[in-house]
């Protein structure tokens, strides 16, 4: 970066933080309070150019580098677990659908996601299967109309949105064989839209249950060609994605660190403060310690993402898996400090444990993540042992 962009980094990180600090808590306590996310709040992450950080300029974005982007991630992380979602889904999921539209699906969906004009929801999930391969959605052409049939559920914006980025395989087809991505929009013919919000945290993002029976889809909807449906998915949006997750685990342990410092300095029993007391500076110190190794770890990843290098998904699989466990540990413990006051929902500590849980299993559990480790490690093994041949 040159001085000027660095400067102007510095004053768009302190315009994130200053929102975070405070519109961002107003909205994060009227979103606990009423379980749902208004349209105006869109509007406002919208008009303060929060939704459109990561896009090229000519697309009307901001056209941050994914490492820079990551930092304000950090930032945006410390607030409601719903908003950090809107900003993280919104800011990734144009990635995914440029790489393989075409310039007019550019123009009638890649760009007026970027501008707000549409809301797009990532739809790969499913019940009775995994996020992979193994999806069941179905479609069959005739003509210029697929017919799509199947059902998809944990869709995150699935009742909100005005199109679904929807995985599906052509009929008869296993593995990556077949699979396509489609634009599906939200009132198409055939689709029945169920609302599954209620949830133990991230209050307030709205999700769907989806099913599909012979639902038209124009063929002029599918992203790239069939048998490329997963490379949209997979590579297009996981791999920067579970970096970004890695990440708001970083934020959200420094906003529930944060929280257990600043009551370990206030509470006093027996005439002393928590903070004078070694067993809680242990578990502050050691939580510092964990942060920061997640944090620097998950820079990393986002640096091979932003470089295209080999090992980007394997990194990203690293980032992810290590900084959700930190986060586990350090939500626990800094609810330990607060004590049996941090349970009540009055505070703010109780909100942070809840929203942490759900990055236990966003884009893929820790065992997923393992697995990707794993098929990376292998392969690099196997590359070296031929080189070496």
């Not at 949105?161 to 009132?187: F, I, M, Q, S």
């Not at 029976?213 to 579970?242: I, M, N, W, Y």
């Not at 640096?303 to 290590?322: L, T």
Request: aromatic letters at 8%; charged letters at 25%.
């Amino acid at each position: 970066m040159t001085a000027e962009q660095e400067q102007r980094f510095d004053q768009l990180l302190a315009r994130v933080r200053s929102w975070v600090e405070g519109p961002g808590e107003s909205w994060a306590e009227r979103i606990e309070e009423t379980g749902e996310v208004p349209d105006e709040l869109w509007a406002e992450l919208n008009d303060l150019g929060f939704l459109s950080v990561t896009a090229p300029a000519d697309y009307g974005g901001q056209g941050l580098g994914f490492t820079r982007w990551m930092e304000l991630m950090e930032i945006l992380s410390r607030c409601h677990g719903s908003i950090r979602m809107i900003v993280h889904v919104v800011n990734g999921i144009w990635r995914a659908m440029d790489g393989h539209a075409t310039e007019e699906q550019r123009k009638r969906f890649v760009i007026p996601s970027v501008t707000g004009d549409i809301k797009i929801a990532f739809t790969l999930t499913e019940p009775g299967n995994g996020t992979g391969a193994d999806i069941k959605s179905s479609v069959v052409r005739e003509g210029d109309t697929y017919y799509l049939s199947g059902r998809k559920h944990l869709i995150t914006f699935g009742v909100r949105c005005d199109y679904y980025l929807l995985a599906a395989r052509v009929e008869g087809t296993t593995g990556h064989e077949g699979t396509v991505a489609l634009l599906v929009p939200r009132d198409a013919p055939g689709l029945r839209v169920e609302d599954t919000s209620d949830t133990m945290g991230v209050r307030g993002t709205d999700h769907a249950s989806l099913t599909f029976e012979r639902t038209p889809v124009p063929v002029d909807h599918r992203l790239g060609a069939e048998g490329e449906g997963l490379d949209v998915f997979l590579g297009g949006f996981l791999t920067p994605s579970r970096i970004s997750v890695a990440m708001s685990c970083v934020g959200l342990a420094q906003r529930a660190q944060q929280l257990a410092l600043d009551h370990a300095r206030s509470r006093v029993t027996f005439g002393k403060t928590l903070s004078q007391r070694q067993a809680i500076q242990f578990m502050l110190a050691e939580n510092a310690a964990d942060i920061e190794a997640a944090r620097q770890l998950v820079l990393h990843a986002a640096r091979r993402f932003e470089e295209g290098a080999d090992d980007a998904s394997m990194q990203s699989s690293m980032a992810k898996m290590h900084a959700v466990s930190m986060l586990t540990t350090v939500t626990d413990k800094a609810l330990q400090i607060h004590g049996g006051v941090g349970y009540w929902r009055s505070q703010t500590i109780e909100r942070v444990y809840r929203d942490a849980r759900a990055q236990r299993f966003e884009e893929g559990t820790n065992e997923v993540q393992k697995a990707v480790v794993f098929r990376e490690l292998l392969r690099f093994a196997e590359v070296q042992e031929g080189t070496v041949r």
